[in-house]
């Protein structure tokens, strides 16, 4: 049997996952942000 090959939806399923995993990131550096301005006088 050949080696098994990534099959373009395994490919878009763990891209979607990336895309999650960066937009949470994301976020949560944006509510650091907020905190860190919100805790200046």
């Known amino acids: 049997?050949?080696?098994?090959?990534?099959?373009?939806?395994q490919i878009v399923v763990v891209?979607?996952?990336i895309e999650v995993l960066l937009s949470r990131v994301k976020s949560a550096?944006?509510?650091l942000?907020?905190?860190?301005?919100?805790?200046?006088p």
């Open 29 to 31: 550096s944006a509510k």
């Open 33 to 40: 942000d907020w905190f860190a301005q919100a805790r200046i």
């Open 15 to 17: 891209l979607r996952q």
């Open 1 to 9: 049997m050949p080696k098994k090959r990534f099959s373009a939806e």
